[in-house]
């Protein structure tokens, strides 16, 4: 007997199944769930299960060839009514379909069906089930299949529906599903509904391939295949000048080509310019490296200064070491000079487009900031005139000049210590690793002192910065802005590209090699987005090559994708959308690749003071006192359904 089931395996597996015969054990643990299961669920007369037979003879029921689990349960359109018990159906360990359609089954998915850890194919539609999309079922990374239409579920579509990555059916219509839908993206899926919900806003790329019919019935979403979405930017523009470029809606298709194409060019001509300039560069550091003492460790720097300030004294004889002096402006408390500066212990605080800047602690526990310029192309006069100017600038949202030293050999600035760091670290530092995140009404402040430290220098200095960049933008404690590294372009004539670093560098910069007001606009712009997007606007972190963070901003907002384009550790913050649209406005205005369409300084600093921020006058919201925000992290993030929405 043993013998033949063995060598006719398959033929005696069939004939099992059609004649229901048990030979070997039935599956006890299964049969005692599934008992269990019916007892306690209402149902007509129709599952009439003989609990002397096995349970593998039951109607709707497979078992594997063992005999040892049951596989397949279907009971559609049995009667059954209520809820499914918990710790029932859970403990068929071993099913691959579930069938209870067509029933009135009721109330929410047991949490024990994350236990039917091979199911493969879930059918509940056309019953009574509520509640939320059912966490049990994301943990079933087996199924291909899952219809949980005509419903009642509620809530939102969770995007860990993205954990299912065998699905090939999503059936979720006709159901009350809110919120918006999440970018849901198995490989295989091919059929895929979510008619007659309740859903809203944009429907994703991932999904934007499947007919209007799969969305239909949700009538407040909108893109892919069903009519564009209104505008994200409907609010009346604070900018007269981005029109077109910012909304997009006419003329999609081809603008987008166009996008690309000039990308493209743009992405050829910067490489071009690029290769040029380093050439250029190299061989004038080549020049410069025969000319001068090969550079040292950063704790040399200042003995350096001092072997060559000595050099000159050779070279210039008495009357010019007198002169080759730390030049002190007014309005400074420090008391060292260039023996005590030569003394102090350095530490690289960055590299910058116009030279190196250490952190200098001096013995008696001052510490400074000393930038160690490169490649000045002026002469000592039109240096000490330009110092002048910028020793003058004495604004709370521009970090002081304190004193700067002129040598033939090195020339080196002296600036407050900011302790606080840079934007460029604050937004970018150990991202993700439980840092907490640069909150909203931070980020607005921090745009709008900057704004208020670059309007000084235009406005009453007649200063062109010339470097706007996150990592210039330094931090008081209560995290006000305060400008860095500005004015020196002029030190550099044109042999020096201003603003090196590409991303923030206005287009027309590139040709003219010219900074402007209007260029530290855009540079602003490019901050703002920054800020906005969370994004460093160099090109490695934008994933699309060759695209800079302006345009990469356009192109997801003209695909209607807006959302995605804000940082997303600015979602756990609620009611600030419209805040980040009219923010993105005003840096989309100071991108502008016309120089003369990007505001002015001053008005984009009054736009942003203009902006309709909620809940309070001075226009920063105590986030602390806002438990909606999360921002204390007690609050989960995106959990907002309970709470009522704010009035708009
Ligand atoms: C239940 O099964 C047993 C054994 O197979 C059989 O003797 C009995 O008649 C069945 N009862 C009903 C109601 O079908
Ligand atoms: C049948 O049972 C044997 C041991 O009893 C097991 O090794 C085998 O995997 C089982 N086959 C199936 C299809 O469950
Ligand atoms: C995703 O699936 C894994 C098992 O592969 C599970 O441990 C995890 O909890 C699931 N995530 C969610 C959100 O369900
Ligand atoms: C659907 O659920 C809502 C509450 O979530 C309830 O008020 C309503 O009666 C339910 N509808 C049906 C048909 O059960
Ligand atoms: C859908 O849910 C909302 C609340 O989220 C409720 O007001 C509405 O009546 C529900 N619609 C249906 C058809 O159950
Ligand atoms: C979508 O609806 C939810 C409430 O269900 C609301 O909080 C959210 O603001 C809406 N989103 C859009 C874009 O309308
Ligand atoms: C989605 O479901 C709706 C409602 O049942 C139906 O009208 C529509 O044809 C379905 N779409 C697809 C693509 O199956
Ligand atoms: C948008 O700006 C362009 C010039 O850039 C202008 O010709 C056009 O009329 C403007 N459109 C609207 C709707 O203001």
């Known amino acids: 007997m043993a013998l033949l089931s063995d060598s006719c395996f398959f033929v005696f597996f069939i004939s099992l199944l059609l004649l229901g015969r048990r030979v070997h054990p039935e599956p006890t643990q299964d049969k005692q769930a599934l008992l269990d299961f019916i007892s306690l669920t209402p149902h007509a007369n129709r599952p009439q299960w003989n609990s002397s037979a096995s349970a593998c003879s039951w109607v709707g029921v497979e078992c594997d060839a063992n005999q040892s689990h049951v596989v397949v349960l279907r009971l559609p359109g049995v009667g059954l009514v209520g809820p499914v018990p918990p710790n029932t159906l859970g403990r068929l360990s071993q099913l691959r379909v579930l069938s209870l359609r067509s029933n009135r089954l009721s109330g929410e998915i047991p949490a024990d069906f994350s236990q039917l850890k091979l199911l493969h194919n879930l059918y509940l539609q056309h019953n009574l089930f509520s509640g939320e999309f059912p966490s049990s079922l994301t943990q079933l990374t087996r199924l291909t299949r899952l219809d949980l239409s005509f419903n009642n579920f509620t809530g939102k579509i969770p995007f860990s529906i993205n954990n299912l990555t065998r699905l090939t059916g999503l059936f979720l219509e006709n159901n009350n599903f809110s919120g918006s839908l999440p970018s849901i993206n198995p490989a295989g899926l091919v059929n895929f509904n979510v008619s007659n919900n309740n859903l809203n806003g944009s429907i994703p790329d991932t999904l934007a391939k499947f007919q209007p019919d799969s ?16 505008p994200f930017f409907v609010s009346p523009a604070p900018s007269p000048t981005s029109n077109v470029s910012v909304v997009g809606k006419r003329s999609k298709k081809l603008s987008t080509g166009a996008i690309v194409a000039i990308a493209v060019g743009a992405g050829i001509i910067l490489l071009l310019l690029l290769l040029l300039l380093l050439l250029c560069l190299r061989k004038r550091q080549r020049k ?10 950063p704790r040399s720097v200042v003995t350096e200064a001092g072997t060559s300030s000595s050099k000159d004294d050779v070279a210039g004889g008495p009357a010019e070491a007198e002169r080759n002096k730390l030049v002190f402006f007014e309005g400074g408390t420090y008391n060292f ?20 800047s250490y952190k200098a602690i001096l013995e008696e526990g001052t510490t400074v ?6 490649d000045v192309a002026v002469a000592k006069k039109e240096f000490e005139m330009q110092m002048e100017v910028l020793g003058k600038i004495k604004h709370e949202k521009v970090v002081p000049l304190r004193a700067f030293y002129y040598s033939k050999d090195e020339k080196l600035l002296v600036y407050d210590f900011m302790p606080s760091g840079s934007l460029s670290a604050l937004l970018h530092g150990s ?41 210039n933008i330094l931090l008081r404690s209560d995290l006000e802005a305060c400008l860095a590294d500005f004015g020196l372009n002029p030190l550099f004539g044109s042999a020096v590209p201003p603003n090196r670093v ?35 606007p160099n090109l490695a972190s934008l994933g699309e090559e060759g695209i800079d963070l302006p345009r990469w901003v356009q192109s997801v907002v003209r695909e209607e994708w807006t959302a995605e384009v804000f940082d997303v550790e600015l979602m756990r913050y609620h009611n600030i959308e419209e805040e980040m649209v009219q923010l993105l406005q005003i840096a989309m205005a100071c991108v502008s690749i016309v120089p003369a369409e990007r505001p002015p300084i001053e008005q984009v600093v009054r736009m942003i003071e203009d902006m309709n921020r909620t809940e309070t006058d001075d226009g920063l919201r105590q986030s602390s006192d806002d438990p909606s925000k999360g921002s204390d992290g007690h609050t989960p993030p995106r959990e907002s359904r309970t709470t009522p929405p704010a009035t708009p």
């Not at 969305?215 to 209104?230: E, I, Q």
């Open 215 to 230: 969305f239909s019935g949700n009538p407040n979403l909108c893109g892919g295949p069903l009519s564009p979405c209104n």
């Open 288 to 297: 410069e490296n025969t000319a001068k003492p090969p550079k040292a460790a």
């Open 337 to 356: 000079d260039l023996e005590d500066l030569l003394r102090a212990s350095a530490e690289v605080l960055g590299k910058g487009s116009f030279g190196t």
């Open 369 to 374: 900031v000393v930038k160690r310029l490169k």
């Open 431 to 471: 991202r993700g690793s439980g840092r907490t995140p640069l909150d909203w009404d931070n980020r607005i402040k921090i745009a709008l002192s900057a704004g208020r430290g670059l309007a000084h220098l235009h406005v009453s200095e007649k200063i062109v910065h010339g470097n706007i960049k996150a990592s």
């Open 502 to 536: 590409a991303g923030y560098r206005a287009p027309e910069v590139v040709e003219t090699r010219r900074v402007t007001f209007k260029s530290d606009v855009y540079s602003f712009g490019v901050l703002l987005l920054e800020l906005l997007t969370g994004k460093a």
